[in-house]
């Protein structure tokens, strides 16, 4: 019998009429890399224990920490102990679209993978780290601020004066395992308004006469009152060739006649001093039956009270109805009141609170003309407390009562959050 020694290679559709010396039916597993010399193959030992089903097929290999991830069906695997132990992370995650495979990619120090539902992300100093825990696997990016909502307390001192107004928002954030801080998107603007205003009264004052029904004015009696500049004293000439009285309470003062001549009752008397008075430019004057009320026009300035000359005889009341007063408005701190979002899940996360400077209304605007605009410095920081964060289900309310954010505290923080950076937050 004779036998072959060569070795060609696979031959697949053979001649059998004029076959190559040498030629192979079978070559499972070798080799030919020198002429007529067959060896086995190197292959690959088998890495990793068995996926989920048997028609299961790993899709996508990443790495991670050194560690093998596998994708296979809607799972995650990870290399448990480095020697093929493979354990699921908690959730299902789907590639894109059929047959797109899963892309991953490591950036500082934290593994980012997209998903049909967006970008996950994978942070661990180490892969002693990698658990089966459920929310171990998080979206990428920042929690979104949910609400923000602001109302004054007035306060003695406090920051913000009357007719101001200042501007809020807030941002969540959180630092991952590697250090990384992140920002989530912040909240609406909320206009805080301190509406309180400086509020002024006028002097006010009423004479009621009842000298014809009662006791009558004689010669020489006056009634004393003033103006923000000008100090007055009110005569009564009675026969109509009375002369103008001098002592040392008219002295000074600028005289006004009223001529009783003619005059027959208290009506008509409160009538004439009505119509002298509303001569006078510092004064608004109404009369009604025997009485006249006057009225400063300077409202909030306090002048001399209204008075009976000192030797005067006549029946003749004087009230004081108010006093010239300006009560200035009132100073106010802020409260604020916001929502947890439900994104935030532990107590690694915290809040930021941002504030614009103080706008207050100056001389040629209104209340309505000032807006205190978009530049915001960093004002407050703070940490959820368990209580806070267990305190129900979904999102829960979080206040501030109250937070006194006063404009040096602004200027200590070197945050700053301004209407250039409001799109660099990062959404989940």
Request: zero cysteines.
């Amino acid at each position: 019998m004779a036998y072959t020694l060569k070795a060609k290679s696979l031959i697949t559709n053979p001649n059998e009429l004029s076959r190559s010396e040498g030629s192979l039916d079978v070559a499972d597993n070798i080799v030919i890399d020198r002429d007529n010399i067959i060896e086995p193959r190197r292959g690959f030992a088998e890495y990793g224990n068995d996926l989920g089903l048997t028609t299961d097929r790993a899709k996508q290999l990443l790495i991670y920490k050194d560690r093998i991830l596998r994708h296979y069906g809607n799972k995650i695997s990870f290399d448990s102990d480095g020697a093929g132990a493979f354990l699921d992370f908690d959730g299902t995650y789907s590639e894109l679209e059929a047959d797109l495979r899963i892309k991953g990619l490591e950036a500082n120090s934290n593994f980012y993978f997209t998903t049909s539902e967006g970008i996950k992300k994978l942070s661990a100093s180490s892969a002693s780290q990698f658990t089966t825990a459920a929310g171990y696997v998080v979206d990428a990016g920042g929690v979104k601020a949910v609400d923000l909502d602001a109302v004054i307390t007035p306060t003695i001192g406090g920051f913000l004066p009357p007719q101001s107004k200042v501007a809020y928002r807030v941002v969540w954030g959180i630092k991952d395992v590697n250090n990384n801080l992140i920002l989530g998107s912040p909240s609406a603007r909320f206009v805080l308004e301190n509406p309180n205003a400086d509020v002024s009264s006028p002097e006010r004052f009423r004479y009621t006469f009842s000298s014809f029904s009662a006791t009558a004015i004689v010669a020489g009696d006056y009634l004393l009152f003033s103006g923000p500049s000008v100090n007055y004293f009110l005569w009564f000439n009675i026969t109509g060739s009375d002369s103008q009285p001098v002592t040392a309470e008219t002295v000074g003062r600028t005289a006004i006649e009223v001529d009783m001549t003619g005059l027959g009752n208290d009506t008509e008397l409160a009538n004439a001093v009505a119509s002298k008075m509303a001569d006078l430019p510092d004064f608004s004057v109404e009369a009604s039956s025997n009485t006249v009320t006057a009225t400063l026009i300077n409202s909030g300035v306090d002048v001399e009270d209204a008075a009976l000359g000192s030797s005067f005889t006549g029946s003749v009341t004087i009230e004081i109805l108010e006093q010239g007063n300006i009560v200035e408005g009132a100073d106010a701190n802020a409260k604020l009141t916001f929502t947890i979002p439900s994104d935030v899940n532990s107590l690694d996360y915290f809040y930021q609170v941002y504030r614009t400077r103080v706008s207050s209304v100056v001389a040629g605007l209104d209340f309505n003309d000032i807006d205190p605009g978009e530049e915001m410095n960093l004002v407050f920081e703070s940490g959820i407390t368990k209580d806070e964060l267990e305190s129900g289900e979904g999102d829960d309310v979080l206040s501030l009562t109250p937070l006194y954010l006063k404009e040096s505290t602004a200027r200590a923080f070197l945050g700053r959050y301004s209407s250039d950076a409001q799109v660099k937050g990062q959404d989940s």
